[in-house]
């Protein structure tokens, strides 16, 4: 086979290929830069992906305008590469060799990231067995096989012509032969390489799926993607899918629509988090202070990190453990000043200092006197052992030195709000505004899918009783947190106020019960 191959290159020129490419300029950088395999092309820098798209697809069309047209004789450029964008390489001899065929074109591959784009000059037949790939001009010429001349018949001035045949034939033009029309298969719908059943009712729902079909295949055309237009096509297609379980009774369907009712979440959010807005179910759009999902995942590690490992039982041990989590979570080192510490609304901030630095949690240079008096000038530094990292660079937190102290200053900024403080809030109060802050949805509403915080969820992240914890959800109503709070004797539901949405970590798990 290789020895074929090999002389069969000896006589034909192989074919082209070159590549534009899309990659990162950097890192921490939106730019991209562009590179072409042909030579002469110099690389390009763009501030932005999708201008980086743009001009890779400009650079391809302008080599193709000025490319010569595809060579009859070139040698199949797929061939050359083992047909590998098309072939499955199993690491195993193939039992049924695959043949090239066709004329010789110019094909267009590109993957469905849109960061490289491919030219080729191939045989049309590894072209259309390429996914995606794009014919973009065929060679005028053709090798004498692909069009053999039709034999001439004899006419009667050949009469004189010996004919061997035990029946004379008599001179003159033959009839042409009667051409078979060719039958051609009926056209079959398709979306998501099911073929949608002709006979499928009812019709309404047969022209829906035929439809998402079509506007699937229009969007993988597309230059640039929009998340928002994908993630309501997944929703349709969910919808539709499902409907056409229920008709079929077919589970796979169902699974299909379970697999677009994920991705069409999944997309939104990714629209959502590059906008920077996360969209209330019933409302505007809403900027947080923390906007990203990992940013709301790493604040309730923390929440259930610190109740935990709180050394102290109450409530004001919780919230100043939490506290100093955050200030030292990477490092396990911090600096406070004694303003950190009253301000958070403790009893007796001095003895519960001194019990916590009794029992090792954090260790200090002085006194808890000298931390309470110390200002921003001369901070105090402040070390707390189970939170350095431990020897193979790892601790009890994945996120890193940036992520820090926006998680402080996200909590800080919910307990030192302005009206738990006017109403001089407990301790237990402000933990309870910082759970609920991390426990409900997109729209403000507890609890996952809006039905409620379980009360025994409620009472892992505060250190309060079921008649305590009345009197704490009275006293966030009573300062605009909540709204339509009720309690029962399972769960805590209510409505985050618009005041404090923007504080809100939302829990992005599916509300849909299962089948």
């Given at each position: 086979m290789t020895q074929a191959v090999v002389s069969e290159l000896d006589e034909r020129v192989p074919g082209r290929r070159w590549t534009v490419r899309l990659d990162a300029a950097g890192?921490?950088?939106?730019?991209v830069r562009i590179s072409c395999s042909r030579?002469?092309?110099?690389?390009?820098?763009?501030?932005?992906?999708?201008?980086?798209?743009?001009?890779?697809v400009a650079h391809i069309k302008a080599h193709l305008?000025?490319?010569?047209?595809?060579?009859?004789?070139?040698?199949?450029?797929?061939?050359?590469?083992?047909?590998?964008?098309?072939?499955?390489?199993?690491?195993?001899?193939?039992?049924?060799?695959?043949?090239?065929?066709?004329?010789?074109?110019?094909?267009?591959?590109?993957?469905?990231?849109?960061?490289?784009?491919?030219?080729?000059?191939?045989?049309?037949?590894c072209a259309a067995a390429t996914p995606g790939a794009k014919t973009a001009a065929t060679s005028q010429a053709r090798a004498a096989a692909d069009h053999p001349t039709t034999p001439t018949i004899p006419t009667a001035g050949a009469a004189a012509a010996p004919q061997v045949s035990d029946h004379q034939v008599a001179a003159g033009p033959l009839p042409a032969p009667r051409s078979t029309p060719a039958q051609r298969r009926p056209h079959q719908a398709k979306i998501a390489q099911r073929i949608i059943p002709h006979d499928l009712r009812p019709v309404v729902l047969r022209d829906e799926l035929i439809e998402l079909g079509a506007l699937f295949r229009a969007y993988q055309q597309r230059d640039q993607p929009d998340l928002a237009l994908l993630a309501?096509?997944?929703?349709?297609?969910?919808?539709?899918?499902?409907?056409?379980?229920?008709?079929?009774?077919?589970?796979?369907?169902?699974?299909?629509?379970?697999?677009?009712?994920?991705?069409?979440?999944?997309?939104?959010?990714?629209h959502q988090q590059r906008t920077g807005n996360i969209t209330a179910d019933d409302g505007p759009a809403v900027t947080?202070?923390?906007?990203?999902?990992?940013?709301?995942?790493?604040?309730?590690?923390?929440?259930?990190?610190?109740?935990?490992?709180?050394?102290?039982?109450?409530?004001?041990?919780?919230?100043?453990?939490?506290?100093?989590?955050?200030?030292?979570?990477?490092?396990g080192t911090g600096n406070l000043v004694g303003q950190d510490l009253t301000a958070l609304g403790l009893t007796d901030p001095q003895d519960l200092v001194e019990k916590l630095t009794g029992c090792g949690w954090p260790s200090?240079?002085?006194?808890?006197?000298?931390?309470?008096?110390?200002?921003?000038?001369?901070?105090?530094?402040?070390?707390?052992?189970?939170?350095?990292?431990?020897?193979?660079?790892?601790?009890?937190?994945?996120?890193?030195?940036?992520m820090r102290p926006k998680l402080s200053g996200w909590a800080q900024k919910i307990i030192s709000d302005k009206k738990l403080r006017k109403a001089k809030a407990t301790s237990a109060t402000r933990l309870l505004a910082l759970t609920l802050a991390?426990?409900?949805t997109a729209s403000g509403r507890l609890g996952p899918g809006g039905h409620g915080i379980s009360l025994?969820?409620?009472?892992?992240?505060?250190?309060?009783?079921?008649?305590?914890?009345?009197?704490?959800?009275?006293?966030?109503?009573?300062?605009?947190?909540?709204?339509?709070?009720?309690?029962?004797?399972?769960?805590?539901?209510?409505?985050?106020?618009?005041?404090?949405?923007?504080?809100?970590?939302?829990l992005f798990s599916s509300t849909r019960p299962s089948e």
């Amino acid at each position: 086979m290789t020895q074929a191959v090999v002389s069969e290159l000896d006589e034909r020129v192989p074919g082209r290929r070159w590549t534009v490419r899309l990659d990162a300029a950097g890192r921490g950088s939106t730019a991209v830069r562009i590179s072409c395999s042909r030579p002469g092309c110099v690389e390009q820098r763009l501030p932005s992906a999708a201008a980086g798209r743009a001009a890779a697809v400009a650079h391809i069309k302008a080599h193709l305008r000025v490319a010569p047209a595809p060579r009859p004789a070139a040698y199949c450029a797929c061939r050359l590469a083992d047909c590998h964008t098309h072939l499955p390489h199993t690491g195993r001899p193939r039992m049924d060799p695959w043949r090239c065929g066709g004329p010789v074109v110019l094909a267009v591959v590109t993957d469905r990231e849109g960061r490289w784009w491919q030219v080729m000059e191939c045989c049309s037949r590894c072209a259309a067995a390429t996914p995606g790939a794009k014919t973009a001009a065929t060679s005028q010429a053709r090798a004498a096989a692909d069009h053999p001349t039709t034999p001439t018949i004899p006419t009667a001035g050949a009469a004189a012509a010996p004919q061997v045949s035990d029946h004379q034939v008599a001179a003159g033009p033959l009839p042409a032969p009667r051409s078979t029309p060719a039958q051609r298969r009926p056209h079959q719908a398709k979306i998501a390489q099911r073929i949608i059943p002709h006979d499928l009712r009812p019709v309404v729902l047969r022209d829906e799926l035929i439809e998402l079909g079509a506007l699937f295949r229009a969007y993988q055309q597309r230059d640039q993607p929009d998340l928002a237009l994908l993630a309501d096509l997944q929703e349709r297609k969910a919808r539709a899918f499902t409907t056409w379980a229920d008709v079929t009774s077919e589970g796979a369907l169902r699974w299909e629509a379970r697999r677009a009712e994920q991705a069409a979440a999944t997309a939104r959010l990714q629209h959502q988090q590059r906008t920077g807005n996360i969209t209330a179910d019933d409302g505007p759009a809403v900027t947080r202070l923390l906007n990203v999902p990992g940013q709301w995942e790493h604040a309730r590690s923390v929440l259930a990190h610190v109740a935990d490992h709180t050394p102290l039982p109450g409530p004001d041990a919780r919230l100043l453990v939490l506290m100093l989590t955050l200030r030292t979570a990477h490092t396990g080192t911090g600096n406070l000043v004694g303003q950190d510490l009253t301000a958070l609304g403790l009893t007796d901030p001095q003895d519960l200092v001194e019990k916590l630095t009794g029992c090792g949690w954090p260790s200090l240079p002085g006194t808890a006197g000298d931390l309470l008096a110390s200002r921003p000038e001369n901070a105090t530094p402040i070390t707390v052992p189970s939170l350095a990292p431990r020897a193979d660079g790892t601790g009890p937190f994945t996120f890193g030195k940036k992520m820090r102290p926006k998680l402080s200053g996200w909590a800080q900024k919910i307990i030192s709000d302005k009206k738990l403080r006017k109403a001089k809030a407990t301790s237990a109060t402000r933990l309870l505004a910082l759970t609920l802050a991390t426990q409900n949805t997109a729209s403000g509403r507890l609890g996952p899918g809006g039905h409620g915080i379980s009360l025994n969820a409620v009472a892992a992240l505060v250190p309060a009783d079921d008649g305590e914890l009345e009197r704490l959800v009275d006293q966030l109503t009573a300062t605009d947190w909540l709204t339509d709070a009720a309690l029962t004797d399972t769960h805590l539901t209510g409505q985050l106020t618009e005041r404090v949405l923007p504080l809100g970590c939302p829990l992005f798990s599916s509300t849909r019960p299962s089948e």
